[in-house]
């Protein structure tokens, strides 16, 4: 019998356990007590970074099974699937878990983008160095207690600076790792993955067309459709549409705008193809969405 995979959502994510979260799509906590992981194929529909402090555990992420110690920090991206979880009873990790809306509206340097997104699929868990382990714990501290104080005027743009700072010390992470891997046999792939994530954030309100984005690369939409699925495990198409919603979504929820408008603005013949397009992915239709 084939198991079904569940969507878990961020606003789920706010009742784990010690959490500490803001609406804006923003949820740090150190407990997984009430998570639904261990019920099935979950597939996460926001980004997680852990630091393992106690314990262990493993899962499968894509049908890659992984296995997280004492001094690991684990990357999942959002759409990916998290399947056989199981963790000793004393497992517990720092988590700092957001909506892509929300990484996008501090991280908008297009190549530090898509250089965490490519370093999370290659490296779904990676060792730090001591060093690497207080630095990651000291932003996980000062960010948590920063959300809490909510009579900060400037609490919301306080903690996306402290998390965009937080980033570029992790990026140092992703420097690291990058020294002692074999580059060359991934150089290819991955230079061609980066440039088509670079001009799918630039474009993606007015093509979905493969074919358009290997020619601007210079390639044939095969060789593009190789090169990517290599890399992320996933078709060029499905990024186009993940970064259509993404698009999509953001309006909704950060805007005034109709639907109908919405439609023309993401280059949708009529409000009715994005109404369908859209509950096809999300499951609801754009009216719910931007209602819940």
Not at 91 to 110: A, G, P, R, W
Request: aromatic share 10%.
């Amino acid at each position: 019998m084939r198991t079904l995979t569940h969507n878990i959502y961020l606003d789920e994510a706010c009742k784990w356990g010690n959490a500490e979260y803001m609406a804006d799509g923003l949820v740090l906590t150190d407990s997984m007590a009430h998570s639904l992981l261990s019920e099935g194929p979950a597939r996460m529909n926001f980004i997680i970074m852990a630091l393992c402090k106690k314990g262990q555990a493993t899962y499968s992420l894509d049908t890659r099974k992984q296995e997280v110690k004492v001094g690991d920090l684990m990357f999942i991206s959002e759409g990916h699937v998290v399947s056989a979880y199981e963790a000793t009873p004393d497992f517990e990790c720092l988590y700092i878990m957001l909506s892509t809306e929300f990484y996008h509206s501090f991280v908008m340097n297009v190549k530090n983008v898509s250089s965490l997104l490519l370093f999370s699929m290659n490296n779904p868990v990676v060792p730090l160095t001591t060093h690497e382990i207080q630095v990651y714990t000291n932003y996980y501290m000062v960010i948590r207690q920063k959300m809490a104080d909510q009579a900060h005027h400037f609490r919301t743009n306080l903690v996306k600076a402290l998390l965009l700072a937080m980033f570029y010390d992790m990026s140092n992470v992703i420097w690291r790792v990058g020294q002692s891997e074999d580059i060359k046999t991934r150089k290819r792939a991955d230079s061609l993955f980066t440039e088509f994530i670079a001009l799918l954030e630039e474009n993606v309100r007015t093509e979905r067309r493969v074919s358009w984005y290997a020619e601007q690369i210079g390639i044939t939409p095969k060789y593009l459709s190789e090169m990517v699925k290599q890399v992320s495990k996933r078709t060029p198409n499905e990024w186009i549409d993940n970064y259509v919603m993404l698009e999509i979504r953001v309006l909704l929820k950060n805007t005034t705008k109709s639907i109908k408008e919405i439609a023309d603005a993401v280059n949708f013949p009529n409000q009715s193809f994005l109404g369908k397009f859209f509950k096809e992915h999300m499951g609801m239709s754009p009216s719910e969405f931007r209602k819940s």
